[in-house]
C-alpha cells in the first residue's frame, strides 16, 4: 500500500520539479534583462525618492501622518524597481549591438539572442504599464512630473553616442525622485530644498557612474561609446573629489533649508 501511495507522488513531484525547471528556463532571460540580479540600480534609483519623500514628510507646518509616508515609501519603491528594470530594457535595446562587441555584456539576454527584439518590447510594454498604475496612486502633479522624466529614460542610451558626458543625463535621470517625492507628499515644490537636493544627487551619480564607467574604458573606444570616465582620463581624481564635496554642499544647504540644520 505504501508503495501504491508513494509512485502518484514521487510523479506529481518529479512534474512539478519539471514545470517549475521549465518555467524558470523562460523567465530567467527576462529577469536578466531587467536586472533583478543585480539590484544595485534599483537602490542608487530608490534612494532619492527616500531623502525626498522623508525631507517632505520632517519638513512641513503639520508633519505626514507616518502611514501616508510608509505609503508614499512603499510606492516608490515599486515604481524605483519596475522603472529600473524599464530602464535596463530601454538601454539594452539601443545597445545591442554595441553589447555583443564589450566583453561585459556580451550575454546580455538582447546581445546573445536570448530575448529577441520584439519579445524585449513586449517585455517593455508591461513594464511600463505597471509603472504607469504605480504613478497614477499619486496626485496629479506627480503624475505629470513623473511622465516628464520618460524623455530622460529614454534618451539616455543615446547619449553615450553623442556626448562624453552620459552620466550627466544619467544623474537627471536617477535622481528625478529628488523632485517628485516633494509633490508626491505636498502637491507643491519647494525649489529651495529640491533644487539643491536633486543637484546633489546628479553630482553623486557622476561620482559613482564615472567609477563605474573606467571598468569599461578599452572596449568603449573600440566600439565608438563615449563616457566621463574617458573625458576625465587622468583628471579623474581631482574632478571626482570636487563633485563629492559639491554633492555634500548640495546636500546640506537643502538640509539647512527645509529646517533641518546642518549637519
Known amino acids: 500500500m505504501s508503495l501504491s501511495r508513494g509512485a502518484p507522488t514521487a510523479s506529481v513531484a518529479a512534474l512539478l520539479r519539471a514545470s517549475w525547471t521549465h518555467l524558470r528556463q523562460r523567465t530567467r532571460p527576462y529577469e536578466q534583462l531587467a536586472r533583478i540580479d543585480k539590484p544595485a540600480g534599483t537602490y542608487l534609483l530608490y ?43 530601454i538601454n539594452d535595446l539601443w545597445d545591442r549591438d554595441f553589447d555583443r562587441q564589450v566583453e561585459r555584456t556580451k550575454d ?24 504607469l498604475a ?19 529614460v529614454v ?54 557612474d564615472t567609477l563605474y564607467a573606467h571598468q569599461d574604458k578599452r572596449d568603449d573606444i573600440q566600439v565608438g561609446v563615449k563616457s566621463t570616465a574617458l573625458a576625465f582620463a587622468d583628471r579623474t581624481k581631482p574632478i571626482l573629489t570636487a563633485l563629492a564635496l559639491t554633492s555634500g554642499g548640495l546636500f546640506a544647504m537643502s538640509g539647512a533649508a527645509a529646517g533641518l540644520g546642518v549637519p
Open 47 to 89: 534612494l532619492p525618492c527616500t531623502w525626498s519623500i522623508l525631507m517632505a514628510a520632517s519638513s512641513t507646518a503639520i508633519p505626514a501622518s507616518p502611514v501616508l509616508t510608509a505609503k508614499m515609501l512603499a510606492l516608490f519603491g515599486t515604481g524605483a524597481f519596475i522603472m529600473r528594470g524599464a530602464g535596463c530594457t
Open 134 to 152: 504605480v504613478l497614477t496612486q499619486l496626485n496629479w502633479t506627480s503624475i505629470g512630473l513623473g511622465a516628464s522624466s520618460l524623455a530622460f
Open 155 to 208: 534618451s539616455y542610451p543615446l547619449m553615450k553616442r553623442i556626448t562624453y558626458y552620459p552620466q550627466l543625463v544619467l544623474g537627471l535621470t536617477f535622481n528625478w525622485g529628488a523632485l517628485l517625492g516633494f509633490t508626491a507628499m505636498t502637491n507643491t515644490l519647494p525649489l529651495d530644498q529640491a533644487l539643491p537636493l536633486y543637484g546633489g544627487g546628479i553630482a553623486w551619480t557622476l561620482v559613482y
Open 108 to 131: 546580455r539576454p538582447l546581445a546573445s539572442g536570448a530575448v529577441s527584439v520584439p519579445q524585449a518590447v513586449a517585455f517593455l510594454a508591461v513594464q511600463c504599464s505597471v509603472g
